[in-house]
């Protein structure tokens, strides 16, 4: 299993640009989410999804947007990308919610987004 | 929603004493706090986690404490290591949700 995998894992984008963050999940997990990392602030949930077809916002989701066709992919689209954007960014998933038995969330390794 | 503290925000301990990392929660529904650690450069990674049915859980020399009537849990680390060098964050989902809830983290530093 390779478990969660991003893609890209570094990106500098100028201020406008638009792109994609990719993440696949080979575990056959229903729960996938994106958070966002910035220095000292943890990590804040931009969008979950519980199941293919199914997505939500989080605490901090303007500026993104998401979808969820297949069970392994959960990709996170960034519109006209702004410096406030600059942060790594983690896809993790889990089996079942945070309440249930096989919770555990998997992270990936994580994308590093520099906008200028 | 839910909003959980963590404090310190940064912690250096000589190897071989214990460090306690201490997180509140707001939402007296929560009921299951994670804790994860993450390497420098690395990703998160689930260490320990405890269910508001148990008061404390042990894994080695990790630990962690919850008190649910004061609405905070701790995690707890004896006899540190340098590989115990990293930042912690603790967690915590109430009932009914699908998602977890993360502190701002704890960086702990353990000098040779």
């Known amino acids: 299993n390779a478990g969660v995998t991003q893609t890209p894992k570094f990106r500098i984008l100028k201020i406008g640009q638009s792109m994609t963050l990719q993440c696949t999940q080979d575990m056959n997990h229903n729960y996938m989410y994106w958070y966002r990392q910035d220095p000292g602030m943890g990590l804040k949930l931009i969008y979950y999804s519980v199941g293919a077809g199914i997505t939500d916002k989080g605490e901090v989701p303007n500026g993104y947007n998401v979808s969820r066709s297949t069970t392994e992919d959960f990709p996170l689209r960034l519109e006209l990308a702004a410096p406030s954007q600059t942060s790594v960014y983690f896809c993790?998933?889990?089996?079942?919610?945070?309440?249930?038995?096989?919770?555990?969330?998997?992270f990936g390794p994580g994308t590093r987004l520099t906008v200028l | 929603g839910e909003n959980v503290e963590q404090h310190p925000s940064t912690l250096s301990v000589q190897e071989g004493d214990s460090a306690v990392i201490k997180c509140t929660y707001s939402d007296s529904a929560s009921n299951y706090f994670p804790w994860y650690k993450q390497e420098l450069g690395k990703r998160p990674q689930l260490i320990i986690d405890?269910?508001?049915?148990?008061g404390e859980k042990k894994d080695q020399r990790i630990a962690v404490t919850l008190n649910k009537t004061a609405k905070h849990f701790s995690l707890h680390i004896t006899e540190t290591q340098p590989e115990d060098s990293a930042v912690y964050f603790c967690a915590a989902s109430s009932s009914n949700d699908y998602k977890l809830s993360f502190g701002a983290g704890t960086t702990v530093t353990v000098r040779a």
């Open positions: 405890i269910r508001s049915n148990v």
């Open positions: 993790a998933s889990s089996y079942s919610a945070p309440q249930g038995i096989y919770n555990e969330q998997f």
